[in-house]
C-alpha cells in the first residue's frame, strides 16, 4: 500500500454529508422507473395482470438494487478498514492510532476514515484508501469544543502546526501554572522544555487566544498586556531578579526567587 499526502490539507469539522453523486445517481433511476412504469400501465391498462406483475418486478427490482448498493459499500468499507488497520500497524510499530467510522454509515464516503494517534485524541488525519489500495491523507483535524477554561492552554500546540500528518513532530507542551480573572485566562507553559505564557479571552460560548510568546531567553518569559505584566521563571532560571523596560519606557524591577516556577501577574504601573 502506498501513501500520498495531499498538498491542500484542510481542517475538516462536522459529519460526512450524503455523497451528492450518490443522489443524483438514484434519483435518475427513480426517474426512470416512474417513467417506465407509466408506460407499464398505459400499454397494459386492458390486461392489469400483466401491468401490475410488470409494476412490481419494476418496484421491487429498484428497491433490491438499493439494498444491494449500500450491502456492498459497507462490504467494501469494511475490507478497506482492514487495510487502513493492516497499513498503520505496519509502518508505526510503536504506536497505537484510533480509527473512526469503521462501519459504513449512510452518507459516508467510502474507504474514507479519521485517524488519530491515541495519545493525542485531539488532533488526526483524515485518510482515504481506493480499491487499488493507494492510500490518501485528504485532510486533518482537530476538535477543541468542549475544552474547559482550564484546559484551554492545549490548543497552543496548534500554534506549532501549519499541515499536521502522522509523521509531524507534536511538541511536548506542560501547564506549570495558571491565573483566571472573570474572561481572561493566563497560562505559564513548558514547550519542549523552555517557558512560554498564553493569554485567553473566554466565556461560556467561545474563547479566543489574545497573546502568546516563547521564550526568547532561556528560563524566562513576560508578556505585558490588558493591564498587566505577566512573568513566568522556572527553577532553572539563574536571577533572583528582573529587569525589563515597559511598553511606557519605564524600567520594571521585581524580586522573582521565591516565585519561580509560578506564574507571576503584576499591575502595570
Given at each position: 500500500?502506498?501513501?500520498?499526502?495531499?498538498?491542500?490539507?484542510?481542517?475538516?469539522?462536522?459529519?460526512?454529508?450524503?455523497?451528492?453523486?450518490?443522489?443524483?445517481?438514484?434519483?435518475?433511476?427513480?426517474?426512470?422507473?416512474?417513467?417506465?412504469?407509466l408506460l407499464m400501465l398505459l400499454i397494459f391498462r386492458r390486461t392489469k395482470k400483466i401491468g401490475i406483475v410488470l409494476f412490481a418486478v419494476i418496484i421491487f427490482g429498484y428497491g433490491g438494487y438499493y439494498v444491494y448498493f449500500q450491502t456492498h459499500k459497507e462490504s467494501q468499507h469494511e475490507n478497506r478498514y482492514e487495510q487502513i488497520d493492516l497499513y498503520l500497524k505496519e509502518q508505526y510499530l510503536d504506536r497505537t492510532f484510533t480509527i473512526r467510522l469503521n462501519h459504513y454509515e449512510k452518507g459516508q464516503v467510502v474507504g474514507e476514515f479519521y485517524v488519530n494517534d491515541i495519545e493525542t485524541p485531539e488532533i488526526g488525519v483524515t485518510l482515504y484508501i481506493d480499491k487499488?489500495?493507494?492510500?490518501?491523507?485528504?485532510?486533518?483535524?482537530?476538535?477543541?469544543?468542549?475544552?474547559t477554561q482550564q484546559e484551554i492552554w492545549r490548543t497552543i500546540k496548534l500554534q506549532h502546526i501549519d499541515a499536521y500528518t502522522l509523521d509531524s513532530e507534536i511538541p511536548t507542551i506542560t501547564k506549570e501554572d495558571e491565573w483566571i480573572n472573570d474572561e481572561i485566562t493566563a497560562f505559564a507553559l513548558t514547550i519542549?522544555?523552555?517557558?512560554?505564557?498564553?493569554?485567553?479571552?473566554?466565556?461560556?460560548?467561545?474563547?479566543?487566544?489574545?497573546?502568546?510568546?516563547?521564550?526568547?531567553?532561556?528560563?524566562?518569559?513576560?508578556?505585558?498586556?490588558?493591564?498587566?505584566?505577566?512573568?513566568?521563571?522556572?527553577?532553572?532560571?539563574?536571577?533572583?531578579?528582573?529587569?525589563?523596560d515597559l511598553e511606557n519606557g519605564t524600567e520594571f524591577s521585581l524580586n522573582i526567587e521565591q516565585h519561580k516556577g509560578r506564574l507571576i501577574v503584576e499591575e502595570r504601573p
Open positions: 500500500m502506498q501513501l500520498i499526502i495531499a498538498r491542500d490539507n484542510k481542517n475538516i469539522r462536522g459529519e460526512i454529508v450524503m455523497d451528492l453523486a450518490e443522489n443524483i445517481y438514484f434519483s435518475l433511476i427513480g426517474v426512470f422507473a416512474a417513467v417506465l412504469i487499488e489500495g493507494i492510500i490518501t491523507q485528504t485532510s486533518w483535524w482537530s476538535k477543541d469544543e468542549n475544552l519542549n522544555d523552555l517557558p512560554a505564557i498564553a493569554l485567553f479571552n473566554y466565556s461560556q460560548t467561545d474563547y479566543g487566544l489574545i497573546a502568546f510568546k516563547e521564550s526568547a531567553q532561556e528560563g524566562l518569559i513576560t508578556i505585558e498586556e490588558k493591564d498587566y505584566i505577566f512573568i513566568y521563571a522556572d527553577e532553572q532560571y539563574p536571577e533572583k531578579t528582573v529587569k525589563f
